[in-house]
């Protein structure tokens, strides 16, 4: 009995001596079960151990600002191009056969345009980007890969774009779909662009 009390009494002080450790320490380092260290904070929140070289933080707050990209897609309708050519041809005293040839000229589906703003645009490191664009099925209507670098200024100020595209025949779907891959198909951006 004198045995067993002696060694339930070591329990306890280990046990204090394990809490008394543990309400020091904020946060615990883990192992996860993919062998991924973790930081257990107390709070209930956990991250990667950033000292690990196995992991790549790809939170927001760990990306660089300058390797952030955003591509912006817009897309103006037919109406608005041919009301925009009528416009600058007036402008220029233009005749009324010589304004009805120019709009026959606007794709029937409109422009969509790729855009980005001018400052992620670094001239000494070009991004390769592909674009795609589908009208309601699985097989892309229009695919091209050109270089951020290559892109002109737009009519909005600090906007360029990298890309416009003609859509020549009328859209089929209500939401027609734009995919932007760069790094050869490592990254990719779905953007839906509604055309009706």
Do not use: C
């Amino acid at each position: 009995m004198v045995g067993m009390m002696k060694t339930l009494s070591r329990a306890v002080m280990i046990l204090v001596a394990a809490l008394a450790a543990n309400s020091f320490a904020d946060d615990i380092v883990a192992t996860a079960s993919n062998g991924a260290l973790v930081i257990l904070h107390d709070n209930g929140r956990w991250e990667y151990y950033q000292n690990n070289k196995k992991i790549r933080d790809v939170r927001e707050s760990a990306i660089p600002e300058d390797a952030k990209f955003n591509v912006m897609v817009e897309y103006e309708k037919p109406e608005r191009v041919k009301k925009n050519v009528r416009l600058s041809m007036e402008a220029e005293y233009a005749t009324e056969e010589e304004i009805r040839d120019a709009q026959r000229n606007v794709p029937k589906g409109g422009y969509i345009y790729f855009q980005v703003k001018t400052s992620q645009i670094k001239k000494g490191l070009p991004r390769k980007l592909t674009f795609f664009l589908f009208d309601g099925g699985k097989t892309p209507i229009f695919t091209k890969t050109v270089y951020d670098t290559d892109a002109v200024p737009s009519e909005q100020k600090g906007i360029s774009n990298l890309l416009v595209v003609p859509v020549y025949g009328t859209p089929k779907s209500d939401v027609m779909l734009a995919r932007v891959q760069a790094r050869d198909g490592m990254e990719t951006l779905d953007i839906d662009i509604p055309v009706r």
